[in-house]
């Protein structure tokens, strides 16, 4: 049997399709920015030949081959990263154009994107977390130590090793640990490394990019951010699919979640069985009759005389007879012996 729950409300609706779309516009608008200098380097200064990420491309015997270079170890990305071939050929590019926003190449229209989205996912995501606080929401999807044990056994439950789920509540370990990574660490880091790298709050506050090692290392820190907000989107998409992708998408925008709820067993004819069988009456001590009374009582005239069959009994019984019967069975204070007589008196007469 299926239930239907009310789980998200409009305002945690509202906050997480802004976030989602704020998200994925921030991560490409980002892409076209690191476009203009695709190369990460530790420190305040950007040296040449010093970046521990390089993504470019070099020609070689006429061909523009892209690589990506990470400490000073080179691969070969051609056809992925570092090149795109182009209506007039291959062109340098670390990103390509349908992964970037906007698709061609513009710095400043990269950077108009990225800074509209990110002031929009920074206040929406600070009144999401207000307002769960406030009603007591945010303590249910915090990751604590009691769930640490519990998060071996879910691992093997999306991996459908595990047929149980160990959830208890509306998060499972697995999603307390995500959303309290995001919240309480994530979320903080990529909004300080963004503010570090603007030149005029350098200047305001300059302890901002000092926190970071330098203007150079908090643009390094927010590109690697931003792919833990992709790995962590990915994660959160794979657990919706894994445990139905229906039911938890109608739940995020309806907020009406369906869930399943084990129907009570009626009891059945056997449960009954000791209420159907008569008990005996109990009877007062006073009037119990004890082993030695029951032997002094005279057995009955009915016990000594054989009942007759029905059949012969009808034919036989005359209507004084039957009369007689009747008159017998009749309560009196007098004796039996003595109605009988006076009955055969009658009927002589």
Partial sequence: MES???RHNRVTRLTHWINAIALVILFMSGLQIFNAFPHLHWGSKAEPGQAFLSIAAIGENGDVRGYAELFGYRIDTTGVLGVQNTDVGPSPRAFPSWL???????LAGGRRWHFFFGWL?????????????LNGHMRKFLFTPRD???????IL???????????????????????????????????FSGLAMSPQLDVAFNWLPAIFGGRQAARSVHFILAFGFITFTFGHVFMVLTTGAVNNMRSMITGWYKEKVVPKQEPGLHDFKEEMIPKPASVPASR?????????????????EARPDSAEQHNAISEPEAMEKHLTLEPSNETPLTVAKETKKDVAE
């Fill in 100 to 106: 970037t926003i906007p698709g061609y190449f513009w």
């Fill in 121 to 133: 996912f920074a206040l929406n995501g600070i009144l999401y977390f207000i307002y769960n606080l």
């Fill in 157 to 191: 439950y999306y991996l459908r090793l595990r047929r149980q789920s160990p959830q208890e509540g509306d998060y499972n370990p697995l999603q307390k640990l995500a959303y309290t990574s995001v919240f309480l660490i994530l979320t903080p880091l990529v909004f």
């Fill in 4 to 6: 239907l729950a009310y």
């Fill in 148 to 154: 640490a044990a519990r998060v071996p056994a879910m």
């Fill in 288 to 304: 119990q009759i004890t082993s030695s009374k029951l032997e002094e009582i005279p057995p009955t005239h009915e016990e000594h």
